[in-house]
Structures are given as structure tokens and as C-alpha cells.
């Protein structure tokens, strides 16, 4: 369906990317958002504070950010598109809730405008460290969808690309911007409603007494109801079984969690979204995302100037991870070179299914500033010289200069 | 089923005589197929789901419109057999779960019933916040001095001296006294009871549940396995007889002056009853209309709108 012509504030503007990505929810539908402050991602909490009145839409700040994300849980069973905004400490403390969302399967959106960690690290400074944070935060074994965007306009974009992925598959879906990202200001096209296309909850056409809470449907995933319309339903954070009723065998643990895992699994193929250049006869195919995807592009410009065969993929999607696309390309590619604000780890992902068919060169940055291009263009020139055993300097995190 | 009892039953084409209706009266109100429950004989937690109950039954509600929110612990299963929309949420966050269902859906009445650990300590924060904003719930905490689903340690609000799996030598810490804390954080109504009162702690609950704002509800409860058994207070019976000896009703007490001392007299009775304080709704709509005027936009049915949905709007005709 279309989205609603009340929150969407059609025309070209001049945003950062932590408003665009508020203008994002509120296109989406979002009428929910509990939050709490934290830099460098509290623009969107005041954007949406101020935008919400006037379309219906009720902004709370809560004490902490574990009530943040159980407050947007209730407010989607409640019936509303809901989200929160937070960074680094504050995605960590909402991982207990996080696991909550997964486990009773309620569409929401997550934005972890990152920074430098561990800890309190760099408040105000870029990092992209929480990526792993975002596969595999909560405890236990699920899927999970995370996009990247690499500019004002996607955080706009991917944003309602978050909140349509949310409902499809009914789980939380984070967009892993960072401190760049969001605090780059640009140019945002906002389209008319009507060119916004916005997935509506999946309700069950189903009448209270038949309904079961957690029966799938053949893409392994439920219909949802909301409370208050007669269905009395029962959901759980304990494993459960399809009346949602705990059920506490390793048999309903088995299917249970399969299908969480499956339902993202199983369609990961609709759910990939990436950008691909060049990718036919590259040597070496440089993979990267956010912020760091920007940066890279002076690297490969450089190096395609020198008459290198170099390709890109620039992940959108960044759970589900690609592999396929890897190892396909591992086969006829020496090198894969992956620059990411941290010291490596989407680079794992790489590494793991290009399986040793072709080199995989970490580019790596401990946080606090983006890439000098240099070091991702000696990459790409390492990698030239293919599946020989890595020099010891490529494994090194490079030294740069400080701006 | 043997065939003797079958036959017993008599020839199957007998016309069947009209039975009485066996069902046991608060069946409507419960998941009568999840029993039996978890709690232990002898639990105070029943008795408190049963006057829930009651008071749902007394003050004729819309059970499609009344969400019950538990966290963890034994309290925290009570949702799991409430035959109403339930949600069994993580430890100590039932509060900002249900402050999130009732802000989204405002024609839901949303109740938080759960224990003392997890609405005091781990969510101890959550309580004073939900309760200095005046949001709109019901919160019923049922204290039985102790964390019982994981053998029975220390709690919040287990007095001095109190013998527990972690205080193997007594408890040395002050507890929380749970009316001073709902009281001094904001909440419009507080009473505290005992799982004996029924007849009172229904009547509570029930007017709990009709007043706006930030309600809560204490109840003393016995946890015969592990909190009376290693404290040598007696059976579940003479718990409550020792309830019915110890307690005094004190309606309007100042409620800085209830603390639970160790074998002390327990002060139950409704403490505070304040009439006339805004909620979080109201506050917000009041601010908004001064500010925005005819922008505001709650007016609105934004919760059909944002949802988008035909059905949904659909079926929320048919309901009205």
C-alpha cells in the first residue's frame, strides 16, 4: 500500500541524516517512538518529538533504554508502527528486549546511529563496531535484519525499507547508520505518498477462536492480531508452541527456533540488497557499507585511474549477510578488501564464504575518524598479488594520519 | 477409557439429561487449558488471580479491552493464565511494555500484575518512572518477600533478619517499603493487603481499576516452599492465620509509616486516594491543544490510521 499522505513532507531538503532518517519513520507509518538521549543519535528523538504532534503520533523518553524498546514492543501489539532511536551503550542494554521482539515476533524498527566503543569510547565520533552486535547481540540463536545506509537520502530510504522488512517478516529490523552518516547533512528527496510504498501489518483474516498466535504461513512467518480486538491472545518470551502457550521441551525449542531462524534464512533472497559494480572481471573486489563505502570510492577511483580491474559490492542488507555472492565470486576474484571502522568483523562474514578461494584483506580502523583512502588503495594493490600467503603487514592495522 | 466405564455411562443413543453447568465461575476469566499452574500448594498468588478476577466480573468490564502484562518470576506467570490479552514480558520491564500498549491504544485498560522482585528491584526504575508520569495502569504487586521461581533469594522487600538462600545468616539490608515508594513517586491510589483479605483486595483492585491514573496495589502473599519454610513461619494456613492476628487496617495512613518489619504487625488498608491529578494522556493532549491548537493531531484515530488498514478499522466496527 501506499503511505499515508499525513507524515510524509514531500520535497527536496536539506537534512542530516539522523532527521532523514525521522522523516523516514514517519512515512513508514511509525506512531510510536520511546527513546532516550544519547549522542550521536538524539536527533532523531527531537525531530520525532516535534513532528509526531501534529500527525498523531505519540513520542515518549523513557528512563533507559531497556523501557525504550519494551515501551515500542507494547505500542506495536498495541496496534501502531513503533521504533527507537540509540547508539552503542544504549543498543546493548536493549538487547534484552531486543531477544523479547524476536521471541513474540513484533515489527518494530531500531536505528543504532554507531560510534566508537567499547564502552562510552567516542561519544561523538564515528565507529561501525556493533555489527556483529547487531547479528548476534541478544542471546540465543535467530535471524535478524540490519541495513546500512551511506547517506541522508538512505537513511530516508532504508529507513521505511526497515519498517516494510519489519512487518513482512515480524521481528525488530535495525538500521546500522553511524555517527557520519548521521550527522552529514545533504540534500533528502522526500517523494509524493503515493511513490512511497509501505508494507501494513500482516493481520490475521482469521476470527478470534481459530486464530493460533504463532501458526506460520508457508514463509514461516504469523499473522499478527492487535490487542483489544477479542483475541485473547497469550504471547511469551518462553519458548511456546502455536497458541503461543509456553511449552517448555526441546522438541518446541527445536521448532520454535528453527523457523525464527528459518523465516529469515529462508528468504534471504528477497530480503538482499546490495550494490554491484564491476564485478564481471575484477581482480579484486572491494566490499564495504556506511560511511566507509563513501570513503572507498576514492580509493577505487584511484586505482581504477591506474587501469586495475577493481569491483565493488556495497552491502546494504548487512544481515542476511551475502555468502553466496562471495563465494560465487571468490572462485574468479584474488582478493576481497573490506575497510570497515572497526578491527574486522563483516570481514569474518567475507572471509568465511569466500573459503579460501581468494584472499580476504581486512582494511581496518579503530574508530573515531573514516579511512585515509590510501590504506584501502594499498589493499586493493595487496590483493593484486593474489592467493599468496597475506604479508604480515596486511593483516596489520595501518597507521594514518590524524586530521 | 475402559469399556466398564463406558458401559456405566449407559447405551449412547440414551437421550442425554440436562447437566448442570458444572463450570467453576471464574473459568471466563481464565486459560482453563493450561491447568493445572505452576504455583505451589499453599501460594498466595492464586488467591490474588482469583480476586482479580472478581473484580473484573464486579466491575463488568470489556474483556476485550483489558491487557494484563506480567515480567518474570512466579508472579510474572500469572499473564500466561489470564484469558484475557496477555503478555509475559522480561524481568523487571512489564511496566514500560504495558506504558507502551495502553500509549498506543488508548481503549485498552492495561494491568500490571507481577512480584516484588521484578516490578522493585531489577525494575524498581521503571515503577517510580511509570508512576511519576501518571500513566494510566494498574500496577498489583504481589510480595512474597522473596525470589521464589529461582529458589528463594533475598528480594527488595524482604524484612530484616528474614533468613533466604543468599542471607544464609539473615538479611542485613533495609527493604523498600512498597506504598512509601508508589506514593512518594507519583501514584494516585495505594493500598496494601494480604492474600487473606480477599473480600477487601478485590473491592481494591477493583477500584484501582476504575481510577485514572497510576493505581497500585500491594499484596502480601505466602510462599510456603521457600520464604515461610526456611523462616519457620508454619504452614500456608497458619501464615494466614498469623495475617489475619498481625495485620491492622489503617485506611489513610501515612504511608512512610508501613514499613514490614521481621514477625511485626503488617499495615494494610488503602493509604493514598488522590482525585484530580492529570495523567500522562491528559497531560500530553493538554499541553499539545495549548501549543498546537487545532494541529494537534491525537484527535484523530491514529491508531487505525498509522496501523493503515482496512481490516483492522473493519474490525473494529463490528466490535462497536
Not at chain 1, 500500500?1 to 525521522?22: F, I, N, Q, R, W
Not at chain 1, 561501525?128 to 540490519?146: E, L, N, P, T
Not at chain 1, 573486489?285 to 576514492?298: C, D, E, F, K, L
Not at chain 2, 484530580?276 to 484523530?300: C, Q
Request: with cysteine; glycine share 10%.
Amino acid at each position: 500500500m501506499k503511505a499515508s499522505p499525513e507524515g510524509v513532507l514531500t520535497g527536496a531538503h536539506y537534512l542530516d541524516g539522523d532527521h532523514a532518517c525521522a522523516e523516514g519513520a514517519l512515512a513508514a507509518g511509525c506512531r510510536f517512538f520511546a527513546g532516550y538521549p544519547i549522542t550521536p543519535s538524539t536527533e532523531i528523538a527531537e525531530r520525532i518529538a516535534r513532528r509526531f504532534p501534529k500527525v498523531g503520533g505519540v513520542f515518549i523518553q523513557m528512563e533507559d533504554e531497556m523501557a525504550s524498546m519494551a515501551a515500542i514492543l507494547g505500542a506495536a501489539w498495541g496496534g501502531v508502527k513503533a521504533m527507537t532511536c540509540t547508539s552503542g551503550p544504549g543498543f546493548s542494554l536493549m538487547m534484552e528486549n531486543i531477544g523479547l521482539g524476536i521471541m513474540m515476533e513484533v515489527p518494530c524498527v531500531v536505528a543504532n546511529v554507531q560510534r566508537g566503543g567499547p564502552s562510552t569510547g567516542l561519544p561523538t565520533m564515528v565507529g561501525q563496531q556493533d555489527m556483529m552486535q547487531a547479528r548476534w547481540g541478544s542471546h540465543g540463536d535467530y535471524g535478524i535484519i540490519a541495513l546500512s545506509p551511506n547517506s541522508p537520502q538512505e537513511c530516508f530510504d532504508r529507513t521505511i525499507q526497515a519498517f516494510n522488512l519489519s512487518e513482512q517478516y515480524r521481528l525488530p529490523v535495525f538500521v546500522m547508520m553511524d555517527e557520519c552518516v548521521g550527522h552529514m547533512t545533504e540534500k533528502v528527496v522526500i517523494p509524493e505518498p503515493d511513490a512511497i510504498e509501505v508494507v501494513p501489518r500482516r493481520l490475521s483474516p482469521l476470527p478470534p477462536g481459530e486464530y493460533l498466535p504463532y501458526a506460520a504461513n508457508g514463509d514461516k512467518v504469523p499473522d499478527m492480531v492487535t490487542a483489544g480486538e477479542g483475541y485473547r491472545i497469550h504471547t511469551t518470551g518462553l519458548t511456546h508452541d502455536e497458541r503461543g502457550y509456553p511449552d517448555m521441551t526441546a522438541e518446541a525449542q527445536d521448532k520454535l527456533v528453527r523457523r525464527l531462524r528459518a523465516k529469515i534464512d529462508d528468504n534471504a533472497e528477497k530480503i538482499y540488497d546490495h550494490e554491484c559494480k564491476r564485478l564481471d572481471d575484477a581482480d579484486v573486489v572491494v566490499v564495504s557499507y556506511g560511511i566507509t563505502s563513501r570513503v572507498a570510492r576514492a580509493a577505487i577511483d584511484a586505482a581504477l585511474d591506474d587501469g586495475l580491474r577493481v569491483g565493488e559490492i556495497r552491502l546494504i542488507t548487512v544481515w542476511p549477510f551475502p555468502a553466496e555472492l562471495i563465494r560465487d565470486l571468490a572462485a574468479n576474484t584474488k582478493a576481497f578488501v573490506v575497510p570497515e571502522i572497526n578491527l574486522g568483523q563483516m570481514v569474518l562474514e567475507v572471509e568465511r564464504a569466500a573459503a579460501g578461494a581468494a584472499r580476504t584483506i581486512p582494511v581496518t580502523h579503530a574508530g573515531g575518524w573514516v579511512h585515509d583512502p590510501q590504506t584501502i588503495y594499498d589493499a586493493i594493490r595487496e590483493g593484486l598479488r593474489g592467493n599468496a600467503a597475506p604479508r604480515k603487514s596486511a593483516r596489520k592495522p595501518r597507521k594514518e594520519k590524524q586530521p | 477409557m475402559s469399556d466398564a466405564r463406558k458401559n456405566a455411562q449407559g447405551p449412547a443413543t440414551a437421550e442425554p439429561e440436562a447437566t448442570p453447568d458444572v463450570r467453576h465461575p471464574m473459568e471466563p476469566f481464565l486459560r482453563m487449558d493450561r491447568f493445572p499452574h505452576i504455583w505451589c500448594p499453599g501460594c498466595g498468588i492464586g488467591t490474588v488471580v482469583t480476586c482479580f478476577a472478581d473484580a473484573l466480573k464486579k466491575g463488568a468490564f470489556d474483556l476485550d479491552r483489558v491487557a494484563v502484562v506480567s515480567g518474570i518470576g512466579c508472579s510474572g506467570r500469572v499473564a500466561g493464565y489470564i484469558k484475557l490479552d496477555s503478555f509475559h514480558t522480561t524481568h523487571g520491564r512489564p511496566i514500560p511494555f504495558a506504558t507502551g500498549l495502553h500509549l498506543s491504544n488508548r481503549r485498552l485498560k492495561v494491568v500490571v500484575i507481577s512480584g516484588d522482585g521484578d516490578l522493585i528491584a531489577i525494575g524498581g526504575n521503571h515503577f517510580i518512572h511509570a508512576a511519576r508520569r501518571n500513566v494510566d495502569l494498574t500496577v498489583i504487586c504481589i510480595n512474597n518477600f522473596n525470589y521464589a521461581m529461582t529458589g528463594g533469594q533475598v528480594g527488595p522487600g524482604t524484612p530484616v533478619l528474614a533468613i533466604s538462600t543468599t542471607t544464609p545468616f539473615g538479611n542485613f539490608e533495609h527493604p523498600f517499603n512498597l506504598p512509601a515508594l508508589a506514593a512518594s513517586s507519583g501514584a494516585v491510589y495505594v493500598a496494601r493487603w494480604t492474600s487473606l483479605h480477599v473480600r477487601r483486595l478485590t473491592n481494591s483492585i477493583l477500584e484501582a481499576l476504575t481510577k485514572p491514573g497510576f493505581t497500585f496495589v500491594e499484596v502480601i502473599a505466602p510462599c510456603p516452599t521457600l520464604y515461610t519454610r526456611r523462616n519457620k513461619l508454619g504452614t500456608s494456613l497458619e501464615v494466614l492465620e498469623s495475617y489475619r492476628d498481625n495485620s491492622e487496617i489503617r485506611h489513610g495512613a501515612d504511608p512512610s509509616t508501613v514499613d514490614i518489619s521481621f514477625g511485626g504487625k503488617i499495615v494494610i488498608g488503602k493509604f493514598v486516594d488522590i482525585e484530580g491529578k492529570p495523567t500522562f494522556l491528559e497531560s500530553l493532549d493538554a499541553a499539545m491543544h495549548r501549543a498546537l491548537g487545532k494541529d494537534y493531531g491525537l484527535g484523530k484515530d491514529y491508531y487505525m490510521r498509522s496501523a493503515g488498514q482496512r481490516a483492522l478499522v473493519d474490525r473494529e466496527a463490528r466490535h462497536d
